[in-house]
């Protein structure tokens, strides 16, 4: 539920039991003074038509005033009352205040009854609710309004802030430019925001810049233990326990220069400019890769079958697109099955390659995380589809990965 | 012929220096840039390999004095960076060739030599090894006159041994050099036996000597002996 909603929700329940409270007291408050003065014009009334009563005028004026003679005078000879009196012209009973009296004049014993119409209960609840509705009614009516520009005046500049956010990333290393508000509590928020995000990019610079200068770093005493490794297997009277730990250290090296190589080029993929683009031909660069791995396939007994739309181009950078599809097709070959295939489809836009493989046992949504390996495999980086995935990121290529039929697929539909 | 390596990382430079030194080069080692202005000045070189990180100034300064003075010099870059404006720099200045650190000195050994040889026959770019005779422009073998047939691959795997004749070779650097850094991450590494062994066949087919022996467990020699 939106903000304005839940305040408006707010103040209207409240604004209604308030309504019902202050009609109730209205109501009876009322009633009760209405009584009180027309008990009061009924005293002043009955002692009139009294004095005159005495002074012998013998006043009856059915329904307001009533003289009646009657045998005795009971013992209470004083009380006011309410009553219901029909009225002819109205055609219904009418409510009336009375004031019930006893006098007695030359032996003869009256009742004297002095009457004023009472406003009817109902009428004035009626009234009452009209005049409430419509002031409810009104209330939503300018409530509505004030929600309005309030949302227009208040809340813009925080769901365009709230957008801003929402698109924020820390790897572009900008300000997020929040939009100032008159509002105290968001300006507060927008500076909360500004230092959060500050923080939050320096620490992610300070992080990238520290793994490129650790990769950077490592390259020298990579370089130095490989070359002299190199040396030591040239070494011609190396026993067989030697030439074993040398092979190994020396595997080993190659892969942690790999796995360098690969985080520098990942780093280095962060930034487009670094990467000039130009028009290329698809089908012959896919070809050229197949070719380039077509007797690696050949050896572990894997039939590749392409279907290659010869006349499709892309603009990018040659080299990222022939490393994206040298990780695939590698991929492709690693984890593959014996005697398996592997089709490679160019058409339209989307390339697709589905090779047979044993069933990806992790989550697929990971499948293009860095170091997420199906299978512990010595020689694999797991990092060669985190370099697909940047560079398809890099020039908004959507890449999808499903399998089916014992049939890994990778699409990559080009722009 | 001789030799200018500057290379500010001393072990680096030394294991260069005895790889390559077994070629019969002679082998300058420089570790600042400074020093390498004094050298360029003072000696003629056939061949540098400049590293263009160096403490006290850019290698690249370096290649351009190199080419200034000693135009006939081959230069091969090393950048430890892999970037991209190195390389063009480097080959812009005159460099032919350009490798990233860490390489395999047998990698780095097959292009020096390449660049020697492309900057010292013009036009005759021959290489003669026992009865093999290679023209690597043609990309022809002949073996006592006769053409031996090789497809793209085997004719690039036979360079590459003859580069590094008499070294052991192993199976990752081969890889490399021939299919890219890229495709060295496949865990059976079998499939360059296969192109070897057709080598093998082809050259002894043709009345060589078995040059190619397998070192158990590391990967190949290329041997007259």
Same mark, same amino acid.
């Given at each position: 539920m939106k903000l304005i909603k839940k305040i408006s929700q707010y103040f209207l329940i409240n604004s209604a039991i308030l309504f019902v409270i202050v009609f109730a007291g209205i109501n009876f408050t009322l009633i009760w003074i209405i009584s009180? !003065? =027309?008990? #009061?014009?009924? $005293?002043i009334t009955n002692g009139v038509i009294t004095k005159r009563f005495y002074q012998g005028d013998l006043v009856n004026d059915p329904p307001l005033i009533e003289l009646i003679k009657v045998e005795k005078i009971p013992h209470q000879i004083y009380s006011v009352s309410d009553t219901l009196i029909y009225i002819e012209s109205e055609r219904e009973n009418e409510p009336y205040h009375q004031i019930t009296s006893y006098l007695q004049k030359d032996g003869v014993n009256y009742k004297l009854i002095v009457r004023a119409s009472f406003i009817e209960k109902e009428d004035l609840f009626y009234s009452l609710l009209i005049i409430f509705s /419509?002031? &409810?009614? @009104?209330? /939503?009516? =300018?409530? &509505? &309004? =004030?929600? $309005?520009k309030t949302t227009k005046d208040i809340l813009v500049p925080f769901y365009v802030n709230l957008n801003l956010l929402m698109n924020y990333s820390v790897k572009s290393g900008n300000p997020i430019n929040l939009v100032a508000s008159k509002i105290e509590e968001?300006? !507060?928020? +927008?500076l909360a925001l500004n230092l959060l995000s500050d923080k939050a990019s320096k620490e992610y610079k300070a992080l990238k810049e520290f793994t490129e200068d650790v990769s950077h770093e490592l390259q020298t005493p990579v370089s130095v233990i490989k070359s002299k490794l190199e040396i030591l297997l040239q070494k011609d009277n190396l026993d067989e326990e030697s030439t074993n730990n040398l092979q190994n250290a020396y595997k080993s090296i190659n892969k942690l220069d790999k796995i +360098? $190589?690969? @985080? /520098?080029f990942l780093a280095k993929l962060e930034s487009k400019d670094l990467f000039e683009a130009e028009r290329i031909l698809l089908s012959e660069i896919v070809q050229n890769v197949v070719m380039n791995y077509s007797d690696i396939a050949y050896e572990n007994n894997l039939i590749i079958h392409t279907e290659l739309e010869s006349e499709i181009t892309v603009v990018c950078n040659a080299a990222l697109i022939e490393t994206l599809l040298n990780n695939l097709v590698s991929n492709s070959i690693?984890? +593959? =099955?014996? +005697?398996g295939e592997i089709v490679i489809r160019l058409l339209g836009n989307i390339l697709e390659i589905s090779n047979t493989g044993e069933l990806f046992s992790g989550n697929t949504d990971d499948f293009f995380n860095r170091f997420n390996k199906n299978s512990k495999k010595f020689n694999s980086t797991g990092l060669g589809l985190a370099i697909v995935k940047k560079i398809c990121d890099m %020039? #908004? %290529?959507k890449i999808d990965y499903f399998s089916s039929k014992g049939y890994h697929n990778v699409k990559v539909y080009f722009k | 012929m001789k030799i200018l390596i500057i290379e500010d990382e001393f072990e680096l430079a030394k294991s260069i220096v005895t790889f390559i030194s077994k070629e019969g080069y002679v082998c300058d080692s420089i570790y600042n840039f400074t020093k390498a202005i004094e050298n360029i000045n003072l000696n003629t070189y056939d061949c540098a390999i400049v590293d263009i990180m160096l403490p006290d100034g850019s290698g690249l300064d370096a290649i351009k004095l190199l080419k200034k003075l000693q135009p006939k010099c081959g230069v091969i870059v090393i950048s430890a960076k892999n970037s991209l404006d190195d390389k063009v720099n480097g080959l812009n200045l005159g460099a032919d060739d350009y490798i990233t650190k860490p390489f395999h000195l047998s990698e780095l050994n097959a292009r020096i030599k390449s660049v020697i040889r492309r900057r010292n026959f013009d036009g005759n770019n021959q290489i003669i090894f026992d009865k093999l005779k290679i023209d690597v422009d043609k990309r022809e073998v002949t073996v006592l006159g006769k053409i031996i047939e090789l497809t793209r691959r085997e004719f690039d795997i036979l360079l590459f041994f003859v580069s590094n004749k008499e070294r052991v070779l192993t199976k990752e650097s081969i890889i490399e050099h021939i299919w890219g850094n890229d495709s060295n991450t496949f865990d059976s590494l079998d499939f360059v036996y296969t192109h070897i062994k057709n080598v093998r066949k082809k050259l002894i087919d043709a009345g060589t000597k078995d040059y190619i022996i397998s070192v158990y467990g590391i990967g190949y020699k290329f041997s007259v002996k």
């Amino acid at each position: 539920m939106k903000l304005i909603k839940k305040i408006s929700q707010y103040f209207l329940i409240n604004s209604a039991i308030l309504f019902v409270i202050v009609f109730a007291g209205i109501n009876f408050t009322l009633i009760w003074i209405i009584s009180e !003065e =027309i008990d #009061e014009q009924l $005293r002043i009334t009955n002692g009139v038509i009294t004095k005159r009563f005495y002074q012998g005028d013998l006043v009856n004026d059915p329904p307001l005033i009533e003289l009646i003679k009657v045998e005795k005078i009971p013992h209470q000879i004083y009380s006011v009352s309410d009553t219901l009196i029909y009225i002819e012209s109205e055609r219904e009973n009418e409510p009336y205040h009375q004031i019930t009296s006893y006098l007695q004049k030359d032996g003869v014993n009256y009742k004297l009854i002095v009457r004023a119409s009472f406003i009817e209960k109902e009428d004035l609840f009626y009234s009452l609710l009209i005049i409430f509705s /419509i002031t &409810f009614a @009104l209330l /939503i009516v =300018i409530l &509505f &309004f =004030i929600n $309005r520009k309030t949302t227009k005046d208040i809340l813009v500049p925080f769901y365009v802030n709230l957008n801003l956010l929402m698109n924020y990333s820390v790897k572009s290393g900008n300000p997020i430019n929040l939009v100032a508000s008159k509002i105290e509590e968001f300006n !507060e928020l +927008n500076l909360a925001l500004n230092l959060l995000s500050d923080k939050a990019s320096k620490e992610y610079k300070a992080l990238k810049e520290f793994t490129e200068d650790v990769s950077h770093e490592l390259q020298t005493p990579v370089s130095v233990i490989k070359s002299k490794l190199e040396i030591l297997l040239q070494k011609d009277n190396l026993d067989e326990e030697s030439t074993n730990n040398l092979q190994n250290a020396y595997k080993s090296i190659n892969k942690l220069d790999k796995i +360098n $190589r690969s @985080l /520098i080029f990942l780093a280095k993929l962060e930034s487009k400019d670094l990467f000039e683009a130009e028009r290329i031909l698809l089908s012959e660069i896919v070809q050229n890769v197949v070719m380039n791995y077509s007797d690696i396939a050949y050896e572990n007994n894997l039939i590749i079958h392409t279907e290659l739309e010869s006349e499709i181009t892309v603009v990018c950078n040659a080299a990222l697109i022939e490393t994206l599809l040298n990780n695939l097709v590698s991929n492709s070959i690693k984890h +593959n =099955i014996k +005697n398996g295939e592997i089709v490679i489809r160019l058409l339209g836009n989307i390339l697709e390659i589905s090779n047979t493989g044993e069933l990806f046992s992790g989550n697929t949504d990971d499948f293009f995380n860095r170091f997420n390996k199906n299978s512990k495999k010595f020689n694999s980086t797991g990092l060669g589809l985190a370099i697909v995935k940047k560079i398809c990121d890099m %020039y #908004e %290529y959507k890449i999808d990965y499903f399998s089916s039929k014992g049939y890994h697929n990778v699409k990559v539909y080009f722009k | 012929m001789k030799i200018l390596i500057i290379e500010d990382e001393f072990e680096l430079a030394k294991s260069i220096v005895t790889f390559i030194s077994k070629e019969g080069y002679v082998c300058d080692s420089i570790y600042n840039f400074t020093k390498a202005i004094e050298n360029i000045n003072l000696n003629t070189y056939d061949c540098a390999i400049v590293d263009i990180m160096l403490p006290d100034g850019s290698g690249l300064d370096a290649i351009k004095l190199l080419k200034k003075l000693q135009p006939k010099c081959g230069v091969i870059v090393i950048s430890a960076k892999n970037s991209l404006d190195d390389k063009v720099n480097g080959l812009n200045l005159g460099a032919d060739d350009y490798i990233t650190k860490p390489f395999h000195l047998s990698e780095l050994n097959a292009r020096i030599k390449s660049v020697i040889r492309r900057r010292n026959f013009d036009g005759n770019n021959q290489i003669i090894f026992d009865k093999l005779k290679i023209d690597v422009d043609k990309r022809e073998v002949t073996v006592l006159g006769k053409i031996i047939e090789l497809t793209r691959r085997e004719f690039d795997i036979l360079l590459f041994f003859v580069s590094n004749k008499e070294r052991v070779l192993t199976k990752e650097s081969i890889i490399e050099h021939i299919w890219g850094n890229d495709s060295n991450t496949f865990d059976s590494l079998d499939f360059v036996y296969t192109h070897i062994k057709n080598v093998r066949k082809k050259l002894i087919d043709a009345g060589t000597k078995d040059y190619i022996i397998s070192v158990y467990g590391i990967g190949y020699k290329f041997s007259v002996k």
